[in-house]
């Protein structure tokens, strides 16, 4: 199989677990067979691995992802970079053509776009192959996957086939309704739409180039910031005559929200939390490095991180993104490819971060305009360079460095150092990078 | 009037905002007439001078709480210092001897005892003065505050006074009884017991040398840790016959536990906190750095500091102890006569931690055995002696102390350090004190 995963998504719904730097799908709270957490897209690669070992799996993301999904993925998965956030028709034509033009696929080859977060078992992946055979036996130009709704659901788009059974042509397609509509779509047998999207190659340019001028893959790449935004269910989907959906009737969870994320934790603790007897139905994720006792609770979800705090009624959880969207915090924490940073203080004219670098990583070589930097170092061996200056370092040594000096640092083995920022203007922006003198 | 506050307590039962080193009555958490927050023992104490300007206060308290009350009461607070906790009858035999011998009090003197929390309006106050002049009139060797119970609580002790007037003699004591006993005391008049014992210094000089052998303050000071724990309840109240009990009918709390603090807040949200208007009954005092966003709760106190997270139903919070018991967290904050220090990380083998000195504080002059140590100066001005020799220190500054060396700080203006300690064994108690050098 050839899937496409749609690896998007700010992650606000799952605040403070994700943020602008760590959307949902990168928060590692799934126990599998082993003892190990894994995220929800490592937990949806090994399924296709695990369906179909040599199925070629293609993430479609954003640049502020590649460094995440190499971390959880490994170096060997494939990655088409959007230049910017473009809504989802955007997105499949540019990893369509990236398919064709860079992989070299030819137009007959089918594809199967997937979102990157629904938590189902193996049999959803199995089910995929028959939207490839679908789409092979030529009978539409696009196979969806319907899946069947098991309460009225207002959050979902619904798919009204013409008959009942397996794979059915489409009549119509309905935006997201009232609960009583949508009571009365599923007595008529609508299904959700669940997102997935099954065609040729050929098919997809073919729909790009009508919407779209340009000539290449890297044409496409080059004038992606001047694309509207626009969805492939409304550029193409609801416009498309020749179409199919196949009914989908395993587990199928929708992973969106914390009411829902919790239903899917087969451990309902997870870091340093206390619960007393008197809880029930309570999960608590618990990040921070302090603990936390919950007394009393019912129905409650509780998640800490450096970020921030929630604590809330599972159902009302649904409703977070507004009051997040108020909530203009600096990012406290992320996991990069090369290590962990975390913001220990924040103050007027200092920033104290903790930088975790794994052994044999190392930060690029930069330097920042408006402020001072002071490194001490509190575990393992590496070596820095200032101005060019080579040095071995390890705990107790500390390195300064003005404004406008170059440096960068090595870890030899996993090194731990305490970075101290200086300066009345301190922000992400003021850096820049250098090619190391030697 | 003579008040001796004793201000006790490990303040588990408040956790995490009190601690080993931050009893519960230094929390800041009401609002009085002015803008600013005030701890119980700061609001305790100015009713007692708006009641009485020249009332007479004495804090009876430990060593650890000494920094404390000297930084939300000023210097000219009477403490008398217990060397060790013994329990409230060694504690006002000290207290007592303390005014005979050191503040030259006469035998013929009133002094009333209180605790530090009670929740309470002036009128309590004005009552004891009543107190004092009950104990005057010589028909009792004792006089307590009985309170009009409003329910029947398991928590306290009963009195039982023969009349129902206001002043009574008393027949009976009755330890904490259970729900259904205390409804029977109560209906026959009984008082909670709060903890308020009037009396002459010469009485409880006798009774305390009856019990104890000693010459005076100094010497009880000096034999104080070889001394029973035992209650002044027990070893004198309950044994006095000539004794009576005042009626107190005006509102009076006792704040040992989340669930009644709360009903004295007068706002209930502390801190970086956002609540939705689907929260009802929700005290929240958020003490961190990181926003907290709340949804959906009923009924619920939750706390947080740099020490951890309580997140629990009001009426379940009162059985917090033996959970907390349970925690063994090193104290990551702290609020000192000098300023303040926080934790900002632990690892195996170093601690990161910010001090916060005021304009003018200092650090001792020490050293440590087995941790090297690392100041980086982020803000303010001052100066830094290590091994002798004095350095004039701002930010950007960075001091390196190896173990063995002798160091202080002293602020010139406000001064934040970061202080990295690097060790196998990083301790509180590795720390040896020096007279400087000059």
Partial sequence: MNIVLLSGGSGKRLWPLSND??????????????????????????QIREVDKDAMVTIATSKAQVSAIHNQLGDHVGICVEPCRKDTFPAIALVTSYLHDIKNMSEEEVVIVCPVDPYVENNY???????????EREDSNLVLMG??????????????????????RVTEFKEKPDAVKAEEYISQGALWNGGVFAYKIGYVLKKAHELIEFTDYN??????????KISFDYA??????????????????????????????????????????TCENVHIINELDIPML???????????????????????????????????QQIMFAEKS????????????SLIIKVTLKPGEKMNYHSHNRRDEIWAIISGKGRTFVDGMEQSVQ????????????????????????????????????????????
């Fill in 219 to 228: 044409d496409l790449y080059s004038k992606y910031d001047t694309l509207n």
């Fill in 395 to 438: 705990a107790g040594d500390v390195v300064t460095m003005q404004a406008g000096s170059r440096h960068m640092i090595i870890a030899d083995t996993e090194l731990k150092v305490i970075e101290v920022q200086l300066g009345r203007e301190i922000s992400i922006y003021d850096k820049q990078k250098f090619v190391p003198e030697k």
């Fill in 236 to 277: 193409v989907v609801e416009k498309e005559e020749k179409i199919q959906v196949m009914r989908f009737m395993g587990q199928w969870k929708d992973l969106g929200t914390w009411n829902t994320i919790t239903e899917a934790m087969e451990e309902k603790i997870v870091g340093n939390v206390m619960v007393n007897e």
């Fill in 125 to 135: 992946f199995e089910e995929l192959r028959e939207l490839e055979k679908l789409v």
């Fill in 147 to 168: 899946i069947e709704p098991t309460y009225p659901s207002e959050k979902y788009g619904y798919i009204i086939p013409i008959e009942k059974g397996k794979v059915s």
């Fill in 294 to 328: 919950c007394m009393g609770l019912q129905d409650v979800v509780i998640s800490a991180s450096p970020d921030g705090i929630l604590v809330s009624d599972k159902e009302q959880s649904s409703y977070i993104k507004p009051y997040v969207d108020q909530i203009d």
């Fill in 21 to 46: 730097v760590r959307s949902k799908q990168f928060i590692k709270i799934f126990k599998s067979k082993g003892s190990e957490y894994e995220s929800m897209v490592q937990r949806v690669y090994h």
């Fill in 338 to 349: 090369w290590g962990i940073y975390r913001v220990l203080d924040v103050e007027e004219e």
